[in-house]
């Protein structure tokens, strides 16, 4: 299992830039993934963006181009670098950090909230 921490969420004008964080800990430390969601209220969570072990990445048409996800191996961290915010972004914010074979399910954060607002 693995024990997965996001921060960074906060507030920020159309347009802006934020950078939030996942925090990885626990007894798998090899071959794991980690993907992005979001949650805004009275909506299904959305995936948004995934990177894997080897570095590939893939994204959610609605976030292409503007935010990208990167990690930091001596860290054990992931970001999600998130441009050109529009209000629609504005979500609780949240990361799964999961093993496809030993641990697919994955473990979650508590989430970070994103607010996009003038």
């Known amino acids: 299992q693995v024990q997965v921490v996001e921060s960074g969420g906060g507030l920020v004008q159309p347009g802006g830039s934020l950078r939030l964080s996942c925090a990885a800990s626990g007894s798998i430390t090899g071959g794991l993934a980690t993907g992005w969601y979001r949650q805004a209220p009275g909506k299904q969570r959305e995936w948004i963006a995934k990177i894997t072990s080897g570095g590939s990445t893939n994204y959610a048409d609605s976030v292409k181009g503007r935010f990208t996800i990167s990690r930091d191996s001596a860290k054990n961290t992931v970001y999600l670098q998130m441009g050109s915010l529009k209000p629609e972004d504005s979500a609780v914010y949240y990361c799964?950090?999961?093993?496809?074979?030993?641990?697919?399910?994955?473990?979650w954060g508590q989430g970070t909230q994103v607010t996009v607002s003038s």
């Open positions: 799964n950090v999961y093993h496809p074979i030993l641990d697919p399910a994955g473990s």
